[in-house]
């Protein structure tokens, strides 16, 4: 039983640190104070109230209070439950996608990769709520029409989401070029949702499609790094493809791996609470496929 619970508290507590890493690019320099407190000792800041850690950096507790609702948490109380003095996890995660830069081996560089697109794939999990992925499955089982806008590496997740979401019987669309993209956030409406792909969330182009389509008061599930990007802030709900970059290999890899996971819960999720003649589409279109395929 103790092993489970501290199991438990060093998912909440890496959590908590994989969310603060995911806003910190685009926070203020005063709440890269309270972060890097945060990171550098957080079972120390775990057992500190508000206003001991509002000392312990300099700052007022209205601004702490700021900071943890900034980065998701409703109050400072959510936010300290979660951050519980567990086994320190961060520096192992962070030393898990910088060891690729140490091996002088093929095999030791394939077995880096591997390794750090796990830790991206399991942070990602833990960052994800069941309020989310449930107001993101309703949207999805409620559209009319269902676009995917991606550009540059994001136009691959965006693809493989209307590859999938195309079997559903849902009305998909999607193009690669942006001048259709746009024009097609043009024509959607309230009735429709829009799936928006974006690693860094502020790229120039997508954030237009992102303003067309809140001009149409468009839905939209944003997929990006990170959490207080223009795209996550812009979005009816966002979902965190957690990342970390290092040299050689870009942190759009293992983001991109970890969107297409995204896309991939989403779409069982809509799967399985569809009704009678999403199953039916689905089974449809597994039979014509599977026409294609020559036995052996």
């Known amino acids: 039983m103790e ?103 093929f095999k030791g560089i394939a077995e880096s990769t591997f390794n750090s697109i796990r830790s991206s794939l399991d942070q990602t999990s833990q960052v994800m709520t069941e309020a989310d992925l449930k107001q993101a499955t309703e949207l999805l089982l409620n559209a009319r029409t269902l676009g995917f806008y991606g550009l540059g590496g994001s136009a691959v997740a965006a693809l493989d989401g209307y590859h999938k979401f195309v079997r559903t019987g849902i009305l998909c669309v999607h193009n690669a070029d942006y001048d259709m993209q746009l024009m097609q956030a043009a024509q959607m409406t309230n009735e429709d949702v829009a799936v928006v792909i974006s690693h860094t969330g502020r790229n120039q182009q997508t954030l237009q499609i992102l303003k067309t389509l ?68 689905l089974s449809r279109v597994r039979a014509a496929i599977s026409q294609t395929r020559t036995e052996l």
């Open 214 to 281: 809140a001009e149409h008061d468009v839905p939209v599930i944003a997929l990006t790094s990170f959490g207080n990007s223009p795209l996550a802030k812009g979005s009816t709900v966002a979902f965190i493809s957690v990342a970390e970059e290092i040299n050689y290999r870009s942190e759009g890899l293992t983001s991109l791996i970890a969107q297409m996971s995204i896309i991939d819960s989403l779409f069982l999720m809509t799967a399985v609470h569809g009704n009678l003649e999403m199953s039916q589409s």
């Open 3 to 105: 092993v489970a619970v501290l199991a438990t508290q060093a998912t909440h507590r890496n959590r908590v640190l994989t969310l603060i890493r995911s806003y910190y690019p685009n926070l203020s320099h005063t709440d890269r104070k309270i972060a890097d407190y945060i990171i550098q000792d957080p079972v120390k800041t775990a057992a500190q109230s508000i206003s001991e850690l509002a000392t312990a950096v300099g700052v007022s507790t209205a601004t702490v209070s700021r900071f943890v609702k900034r980065i998701s948490f409703s109050n400072f109380r959510d936010f300290s439950r979660e951050l519980t003095a567990a086994e320190p996890l961060e520096q192992r995660n962070n030393e898990v996608f910088r060891d690729v830069e140490k091996q002088t081996t």
